[in-house]
């Protein structure tokens, strides 16, 4: 399943207060790729990210997951879409404060409207293993430092094995290591799962684990040489 960005434009603002988030951008992610865009804050990251999960509508241009246009579509089709198609990693991990780690990914199941079994139970916690969090899976998000809730939440973006993954500076709390170890494993699991991932980024230092590599600055995309 791919995701293909047309000609998108997004204007925030109105009159004079105006700005282009986004400036005619195109890329096309195929199953398997882990694409990088690389920039300084306030160059669009955070709006690409948007507009390719169906957060906020571009303002012109298409956005299509698998052939299917996602940019004019209805609040419930989009809902439905998200939780089927697109995993979701926040640079702050939205964790619910009430439940352990391990019930933080067994919430999407429920929002699936079904009841975890023991084999959801098996796969949350051979996630919360892959990011070293097996250990914390009874622990509380104000039990966790904010790197390990940052594992968390990228766990809990992987467990309904989405088609489309969509990264905000998962590196963001972590040490070098530890962050080129994530995002390694991210690059894996899409390529093994066949997993179209877009990770926006503005540290240089995970670039090579990325497919492919896009700067961003000034709402403009392009591909590096």
């Known amino acids: ?52 999960g169906g957060l906020r509508q571009p303002t012109s241009g ?7 246009e996602i940019s004019g579509m209805k609040p419930a089709e989009l809902t439905r879409v998200r939780r089927e198609k697109i995993g979701f990693v926040f640079q702050l991990s939205n964790l619910v404060p009430a439940l352990s780690a391990l019930d933080q990914l067994l919430l999407l199941v429920h929002l699936q409207g079904r009841r975890p079994d023991n084999a959801d139970r098996e796969h949350a916690r051979a996630l919360l293993d892959e990011v070293d969090m097996s250990h914390r899976a009874d622990r509380r998000p104000n039990q966790l430092s904010g790197g390990e809730r940052q ?21 963001s709390m972590l040490d ?6 994530i995002v390694e494993l991210l690059a894996a699991r899409c390529r093994d799962h066949k997993v179209a991932t877009l990770m926006v980024t503005h ?9 492919r590599v896009f700067n961003i600055l000034d709402g403009k995309l392009s591909e590096a040489a």
């Not at 070098?176 to 170890?181: D, P, S």
């Not at 540290?203 to 497919?211: E, K, N, P, Y």
Request: proline residues 4%.
């Open 1 to 52: 399943m791919s995701l293909q960005i047309e000609n998108v434009s997004l204007v925030l603002g109105d009159g004079e207060q105006q700005v282009k988030a986004l400036d005619n951008v195109s890329a096309l992610v195929e199953p398997g790729e882990l694409i990088a865009v690389a920039g300084p804050s306030g160059a669009g990251k955070s709006s690409l990210l948007a507009v390719c």
């Open 62 to 68: 298409r956005v299509s997951i698998d052939g299917t």
């Open 151 to 171: 594992r968390v939440g990228i766990a809990r973006a992987l467990m309904t094995n989405p088609k489309i993954m969509l990264v905000d500076e998962p590196t």
């Open 176 to 181: 070098h290591n530890r962050g080129h170890a």
């Open 203 to 211: 540290d240089r230092g995970m670039l090579d684990v990325a497919s």
